[in-house]
């Protein structure tokens, strides 16, 4: 099992930045692809960005691709989610997730097996 911790969430105004980390802890961390997900009030949860544990592919929705990035740093056990250029819309409840299966970018939340219990961005217009 993993254990998963997100942080860096907060306010931030229209065009600025914030960087989103997730530690995970309590098994190997290098062999689980990860993924962050949001959910908006009212909303479903949905897919932002993936990056798998073998090679470190990457894989965005539409709606962040070219401002968010997403990372992972194997010896700290840590993902991140650097947003950048951010915009109302991406006001959510931000969430990591991991998944303990083959190597590969999944955008369906079903495919994670552990969660983390989210952190808050706030984007003021």
């Known amino acids: 099992q993993v254990q998963l911790v997100e942080s860096g969430g907060g306010l931030v105004q229209t065009g600025g930045s914030l960087r989103l980390s997730c530690a995970a802890s309590?098994?190997?961390?290098?062999?689980?692809?990860m993924g962050w997900f949001r959910q908006a009030p009212g909303k479903e949860r949905s897919f932002v960005a993936a990056?798998?544990?073998?090679?470190?592919?990457?894989a965005y929705a539409d709606s962040v691709k070219d401002r968010f990035t997403i990372s992972r740093d194997n010896a700290k056990n840590t993902v991140y989610l650097q947003m950048n250029s951010l915009k109302p819309e991406d006001t959510a409840v931000y969430y990591c997730?991991?998944?303990?299966?083959?190597?590969?970018?999944?955008?369906?939340?079903?495919?994670?097996?552990?969660w983390g219990q989210g952190t808050q961005v706030t984007v003021s217009s």
């Open positions: 997730a991991a998944d303990s299966g083959l190597s590969g970018t999944y955008v369906g939340s079903s495919r994670y097996d552990y």
């Open positions: 309590g098994s190997t961390f290098s062999r689980y692809n």
């Open positions: 990056i798998s544990w073998n090679r470190g592919n990457t």
